[in-house]
Structures are given as structure tokens and as C-alpha cells.
């Protein structure tokens, strides 16, 4: 069974703390990796899309980086607004259609300054 | 533009009620997905329309039903709700199919309240 497990649940940090977010993945063939923030009471907002390992993307203070059974979000000097819950997904190969969503509980981020 | 815009915002219902929700895109997308999300937890699959045809049903109750009438729209028509079906619900809709790996967009979401 695919599985998608985070860490950690929440984080604490100062403005300016740099941290990372864990995401990893158990799954039969992964086709895509994905990660989306999250406002209280608003929809995921789409951040990065990850296809194979080795690859990283970048988007302001945010990069996420994908092995072969983890990926990771680095935040470098966060700010108060990076405040959110970051939820990591997969699509996997084995699943009965391509492109079901497999999410992980997500990882509440809190950046006091 | 990834825009994908839901209304209402809000909606408070009784149990006997019949309302819908509303779900647009205009990004030529052809697979738009309605998911449900309790509090603290992560979006929950409800139903996939691929081509404008409902290729998933997520075991969803018949008191929720989807409809599709044109590639841009995609509706949800909630009957007989219970009180534990409040929640936010959320549309999104991808480029492709089912077939391919394909990045989701989400819209704001309509939170639901059921009295």
C-alpha cells in the first residue's frame, strides 16, 4: 500500500531560522512528487512538482529536493507570512489510475519573529 | 493563470436542505476532482471527472452528487447531509486525464456547516 509519512507534525522556528520539512514515500513506481501550502480555511496552493530523484526546485526562500524515498522542504531565513501547513503527495504507478493523489498529514510550520 | 475559483465561500445548511456548490476553471483543464477536508487532516479523493465523464466515485454517499455540464464548471449538489458532513470542500482540476502524471490546482474552497 502506498504510504506518505511527514515530519515533523509541527514546527516552531524564529524568523530567520532556517529548517527542513520531511516527506517520505513508500509507494510502487513513483510518477510525481508533490508539495502544496496551506492557509487555514483556503485551499492548497501548489509549490513544486519533483519527477525523479536528484532533482531540486527552487521558489523564493523554498527548495525542495527528492531521493529515492524521501524528499525534503528546505526553508532558508523564513517569515513570519511562510506561517502554514505544508502538505507533501505522491502519484504512484501501481495506483488503479495515474494521477490519484496520495497525501501525507502534512507538517504545521509556525515562524514567530 | 492557475486559477480555479469555487462558490460560495460559505454555507450553512439544515439537514432537509438541497443546495450546490460550484466549481470553474478556465485553464482548459480536462480532469477536475471535488475532495473533502475534515479539520487538521489532509484532502480526501470524492470524485474524478475525466473528459468531462465521472471516471471516480470514491465511495461517496448518494446524498452527494456530482455533476459536470461543460468542461469549465463542475457542480456538486449536497441532499440529506448530516451534521458530520461539514467540512471544507475543495475543487481542483488538472491538464490531462487520469492517465498521466499531472499537477492538481486547487480552488479556495467552500466551507460547508450542516445544522
Known sequence: EDQVTQSPEALRLQEGESSSLNCSYTVSGLRGLFWYRQDPGKGPEFLFTLYSAGEEKEKERLKATLTKKESFLHITAPKPEDSATYLCAVQASGREYGNKLVFGAGTILRVKS | ?115
Open chain 2, 1 to 115: 493563470d492557475t486559477e480555479v475559483t469555487q462558490t460560495p465561500k460559505h454555507l450553512v445548511m439544515g439537514m432537509t436542505n438541497k443546495k450546490s456548490l460550484k466549481c470553474e476553471q478556465h485553464m482548459g483543464h480536462r480532469a477536475m476532482y471535488w475532495y473533502k477536508q475534515k479539520a487538521k487532516k489532509p484532502p480526501e479523493l470524492m470524485f474524478v471527472y475525466s473528459y468531462e465523464k465521472l471516471s471516480i466515485n470514491e465511495s461517496v454517499p448518494s446524498r452527494f452528487s456530482p455533476e459536470c455540464p461543460n468542461s469549465s464548471l463542475l457542480n456538486l449538489h449536497l441532499h440529506a447531509l448530516q451534521p458530520e458532513d461539514s467540512a471544507l470542500y475543495l475543487c481542483a482540476s488538472s491538464p490531462r486525464g487520469l492517465a498521466g502524471t499531472d499537477t492538481q490546482y486547487f480552488g479556495p474552497g467552500t466551507r460547508l456547516t450542516v445544522l
